[in-house]
């Protein structure tokens, strides 16, 4: 039996909590204040949608991967794969203003456009501090998503939301691998009887992620650096320049990786999943031989599934999207770096638990992990 004491229990308070909001906007006892998920009353029902949405309860998985999957595309480092591509946004004004090279923001436009969605569940920052989640109808509102947040919003509150109310029927969803998880885990509708209307999720797109940081930490780290309401973009350059990089006006601040690492949050410690390998396309930023002044305007993009197939090639078709070779050993290189978190997150799972057998949350699945 769940209840809300369970969630508290065996996720909040061992600090495996992602803050990716599934547990929240379906009843008033779940919130957030600045990425800490809080549990207004104690609930007393045996089951219920914030437990079973949860990426950090308790997963089957293979189970999962297989309902939507065929088992045969599964690749153990990065799970369901059809394809991997260099891809970047054909249109230049917005590259400017995205996250690498704005391939994201271009194929959540172009699936509105073209009826793949209705809707788009996205996160919108200022910089990449104070990050919301939004659902966006227009492509006026997908570019107003454009940029990345290390910070973490609960993002999945606006779509449990937008579900309850049944007002879109084939929403997109872009988030972290936590967050696109728990969307699979919807879909999987185990209280569709209980107006979840998890089939009118229509498409997923997921984000690398390495890990997110606490709020409060961040926005004092960028002010020691730089000026908050200056900042324009955030990111993480390859392992080599140890930094996170600061844009604001035309100039870009280095802050040395040692005083951020700190501020990763606990529950991202315990993560396997660098790909977001539960969704229909997953995005990332580009590595190859060429550099990171090239390599910061293009993406890598995993093709998932049959619709995320669909999507690209229509991207293709349509100039949308601009494509070059991945470089020899690009698919190893990812596979190398996918399975490099998996160990990780195995490993910090142990020390939690204290005991090599015991994987917490993964213990379902744990085969999957068992030569980790």
């Given at each position: ?218 926005r004092d780290l960028t002010a020691k650096h730089a ?78 599934s049959e619709k995320g197939s669909k999507l690209l ?41 204290g005991s090599d057998g015991d994987l917490g949350y ?11």
């Amino acid at each position: 039996m769940l209840s809300t004491i369970a969630l508290d229990t065996q996720v909040i308070r061992p600090g495996l909590c992602t803050g990716c909001g599934a547990c929240q906007g379906m009843c008033p006892y779940w919130d957030s204040v600045e990425g800490r998920t809080i549990c207004y009353f104690d609930c007393e029902r045996p089951d219920g949608r914030c437990q079973r949405f949860c990426p950090r309860m308790p997963t089957d998985l293979d189970a999962l991967r297989k309902q939507f999957f065929p088992a045969e595309a599964i690749l153990p480092e990065i799970g369901p794969f059809r394809g991997l591509y260099l891809t970047r946004a054909a249109d230049a004004s917005l590259r400017s203003g995205a996250q690498h090279g704005g391939t994201m923001t271009a194929l959540v436009e172009l699936a509105l456009r073209e009826g793949f969605i209705d809707a788009a569940v996205l996160t919108r920052s200022r910089g990449g501090l104070e990050p919301e989640g939004v659902l966006a109808a227009t492509a006026e509102e997908v570019r107003g998503c454009s940029g990345s947040s290390f910070q973490i919003p609960p993002t999945l509150a606006v779509l449990n939301r937008a579900l309850r109310e049944d007002r879109y029927h084939a929403i997109g969803v872009v988030g972290t691998p936590c967050k696109t998880l728990a969307a699979y885990k919807m879909k999987a509708r185990p209280f569709a009887e209980d107006g979840n209307h998890a089939e009118n999720i229509g498409m997923v797109f997921g984000l690398f992620c390495g890990w997110g940081l606490d709020w409060e930490g961040l926005r004092d780290l960028t002010a020691k650096h730089a000026d908050p309401e200056q900042v324009s973009h955030m990111d993480i350059p390859p392992s080599k320049y140890h930094s996170l990089e600061l844009r604001q006006g035309d100039g870009t601040v280095s802050v040395n990786l040692d005083e951020v690492t700190p501020l990763v949050r606990s529950g991202c410690r315990y993560c396997t999943d660098m790909t977001a390998e539960f969704a229909d396309l997953s995005v990332g930023g580009a590595r190859s031989a060429d550099g990171w002044d090239v390599d910061k305007v293009w993406n890598q993009v995993i093709v998932r599934s049959e619709k995320g197939s669909k999507l690209l090639e229509l991207a293709r078709e349509r100039g949308v999207l601009e494509f070059k070779e991945v470089p020899e050993g690009g698919l190893e290189k990812l596979k190398k770096a996918s399975l490099g978190k998996k160990r990780t997150g195995v490993r910090n799972l142990r020390q939690l638990t204290g005991s090599d057998g015991d994987l917490g949350y993964l213990n379902p699945s744990r085969a999957l992990f068992q030569e980790l």
